[in-house]
């Protein structure tokens, strides 16, 4: 197992055990709800990769989110006591850990409801910041959220990766369990077969690329076959072909379809190549 799902069945075991005693069916409530929200975060963090240094903002299905990666000195009860104060400071932009403003430039205020933390096996720890809705409606769902994963290296140095939701969108309807995640499709380039949409993903602002990510039931090779004869009968052809990927032009512009292949079928990832974007 993976020290990300090994972290990740530690803090689900003990987001659902802790203690509530006076509020006991409301703690449980919010601790399932935090459930989720981990197990989204740490899908997206396996997701998007990063270089130590960087920060990031992508819009994902619709709503913007924050990615960020350091390499830290110290020690993780140090750096993890640090997002804590950060999380606790009510202003968003030290709230979430950001360096760079966020769109409007304004450092509102932001109420922190409560933290889950816990640290797994390898000396890796993960925080959930859980910020009070922005309208001050009661949080039935989880909104603004700021997930840090951060792990000691063998050089002594901290990773520390952070992931921000920004949203008054709850992430579970931001990548529902089924059926299409909210998004679009590229206009005029055939839709894989037997998929659904997981991810539109708009990287930069203004954008510099898009990426929309699917799910397909076909497996690697009936997957990548598939796809040509769409893109074929569209009039598109091939410029480029590996086993997994393909490159096509129509019109002068060009499209990349990256593929994979998962337990369940493949996915297959659709962008323009060296072409203004379409969302």
Known sequence: MSTRKRLLSVLLVAAVAVPAAAHAAGERRANLRAQREMDAMSSVVGAVTLTAGSERKVTLNGAPMFFKKTSERGTLDAVMARIAKECASGTEASAFG??????????????????????????????????????????????????????????????????????????????????????????????????????????????????????????????????????????????????????YRKDGRSYVASFRGTTDGSTVALLPFGAPPSH
């Open 98 to 247: 950001l360096s760079k403003n966020l769109d409007d430039g304004a450092n509102k205020p932001i109420e922190l409801q409560r933290v889950f933390s816990q640290e797994s096996e390898g000396g890796v720890r993960a925080s959930l910041c859980i910020f009070a809705h922005e309208n001050g409606a009661p949080n039935e769902e989880l909104h603004r959220v700021r997930y840090t994963l951060a792990h000691a290296r063998e050089d002594g140095s901290i990773a520390v990766t952070t992931v921000v939701n920004a949203s008054s969108t709850p992430l579970n309807e931001l990548f529902p369990a089924e059926g299409d995640a909210p998004g679009s499709d590229l206009e005029g380039v055939a839709r894989p077969e037997q998929s659904r949409r997981t991810m539109t993903a708009v990287v930069g602002s203004p954008a510099d690329h898009a990426v929309r990510v699917y799910e397909s039931t076909l497996a690697l090779e009936p997957a990548v076959a598939s796809y040509d004869r769409q893109m074929s009968a569209l009039g598109f052809v091939t410029t480029g072909s590996l086993v997994d990927a393909r490159m």
